[in-house]
């Protein structure tokens, strides 16, 4: 029998995929069997949210908020995740007072939450667009007057959502220091573009040349990642974002990582080991895995074995050998590693990027 567990482990699995629907799927059925999980309807809120479905996105929102109202015991991060996804929501809908209070309501709970501060700016900048209203006159009352008929007052159109995020296309590779992500707008102003990087979160927004907003959460990453050293730069025909990796050769399975807090979603499995949520398809044994891990704990292959190797030479060269590793893959960005110091002494050690790559110079 497919559990509640089961299918939101898929719905992640999907998640990372960038399969969305998918995802809103497996989220959905697992809600249909337990409409008790918080953190499900948080996810299919996040997921709604990638998918431009702001309405949807609010509303699980809310589902999720009155959840935590008959939950006490629901540990504060969850609820200010609960209140982000709100006002993140309500700012789609270009509902910028609701988002307000929704957001200040997630920072007086964790002031530290991912991205939190750079959705209060810009729901602070459009407020600062909205027409002010002036405060009402008292007038002297008018003589009385035969009753007339009211006037129709014009329906006011609403405001019509933020383009559904899946219409403009993005793309990422990485190698073993960076991870570098391509979002395909063309003939976008720099002025336009806001970008914020933290250690855990990526926000995008950019003023398209349509008129319309686009955005781009990714929250939280995959992996951390070192701020101050990533960088993007806008060109005539994208946006590329390049992020420094805060563990070097550690491979991304995938952009995202999944933020609900999966100790709360901890079932057993027939064995009666814990089974926790997962990006894969299948139950995971993880005592069993922690076990194999300790048996292969000493075992190294690959870029581990290769990396390794490396450090080992590193430490017992002489000082030449040092400073010819150290100089030679610094200065050509980590595709050339030499030991040689009389060849690399001479001069600057150009980049070799692998065949069929090409080597891309970013601003600061």
Same mark, same amino acid.
């Given at each position: 029998?497919?559990?509640?567990?089961?299918?939101?482990?898929?719905?992640?699995?999907?998640?990372?995929?960038?399969?969305?629907?998918?995802?809103?799927?497996?989220?959905?059925?697992?809600?249909?069997?337990?409409?008790?999980?918080?953190?499900?309807?948080?996810?299919?809120?996040?997921?709604?949210?990638?998918?431009?479905?702001?309405?949807?996105?609010?509303?699980? !929102?809310l589902k999720a908020l009155a959840l935590i109202k008959e939950k006490p015991?629901?540990?504060?991060?969850?609820?200010?995740?609960?209140?982000?996804?709100?006002?993140?929501?309500a700012f789609h809908l270009h509902d910028y007072q609701t988002a307000k209070v929704a957001l200040e309501a997630c920072h007086?709970?964790?002031?530290?939450?991912?991205?939190l501060a750079s959705w209060m700016r810009k729901n602070e900048q459009e407020l600062a667009k909205q027409p002010k209203v002036a405060a009402p006159v008292t007038a002297p009352a008018p003589a009385a007057a035969p009753v007339a008929a009211a006037a129709p007052v014009a329906a006011v159109p609403a405001t019509p959502a933020t383009p559904a995020a899946h219409r403009v296309r993005h793309e990422w590779y990485q190698n073993?220091?960076?991870?570098?992500?391509?979002?395909?707008?063309?003939?976008?102003?720099?002025?336009?573009?806001?970008?914020?990087?933290?250690?855990?979160?990526?926000?995008?927004?950019v003023k398209m040349p349509?008129?319309?907003?686009?955005?781009?959460?990714?929250?939280?990453?995959?992996?951390?990642?070192?701020?101050?050293?990533?960088?993007?730069e806008v060109l005539s025909t994208k946006i590329e974002i390049q992020l420094k990796k805060e563990r070097f050769a550690i491979k991304w399975g995938a952009l995202e990582g999944d933020d609900v807090n999966a100790g709360s979603m901890a079932t057993?499995?027939?064995?009666?080991?814990?089974?926790?949520?997962?990006?894969?398809?299948?139950?995971?044994?993880?005592?069993?895995?922690?076990?194999?891990?300790?048996?292969d704990e000493d075992k190294a292959?690959?870029?581990?074995?290769?990396?390794?190797?490396?450090?080992?030479?590193?430490?017992?060269?002489?000082?030449?050998?040092?400073? !010819?590793?150290?100089?030679?893959?610094?200065?050509?960005?980590?595709?050339?590693?030499s030991t040689n110091w009389d060849e690399v002494g001479k001069g600057t050690v150009e980049t070799r990027p692998p065949e069929g790559m090409v080597a891309k110079k970013y601003n600061s």
């Open positions: 029998m497919t559990t509640v567990q089961d299918l939101f482990a898929q719905g992640s699995h999907a998640f990372a995929d960038e399969d969305y629907e998918e995802a809103v799927n497996f989220y959905t059925k697992a809600i249909e069997i337990n409409a008790s999980h918080v953190e499900i309807f948080l996810k299919r809120s996040a997921t709604y949210q990638k998918l431009g479905k702001d309405k949807e996105a609010y509303e699980d !929102a015991s629901v540990d504060v991060s969850v609820e200010a995740k609960a209140q982000l996804r709100k006002g993140v929501a007086a709970l964790s002031p530290d939450q991912r991205t073993d220091s960076h991870v570098t992500i391509s979002v395909f707008i063309k003939n976008v102003k720099k002025e336009s573009v806001d970008i914020n990087i933290s250690e855990n979160a990526l926000s995008v927004s349509t008129g319309s907003d686009y955005s781009l959460e990714l929250d939280p990453l995959s992996h951390a990642v070192v701020p101050s050293e990533s960088k993007f057993t499995n027939a064995a009666g080991a814990p089974a926790y949520p997962s990006s894969s398809r299948k139950t995971k044994n993880w005592d069993a895995l922690e076990k194999e891990a300790a048996k292959d690959g870029d581990k074995a290769l990396n390794q190797l490396f450090a080992q030479i590193y430490k017992d060269a002489d000082d030449n050998t040092k400073r !010819a590793m150290m100089k030679s893959f610094t200065e050509s960005n980590g595709t050339c590693l």
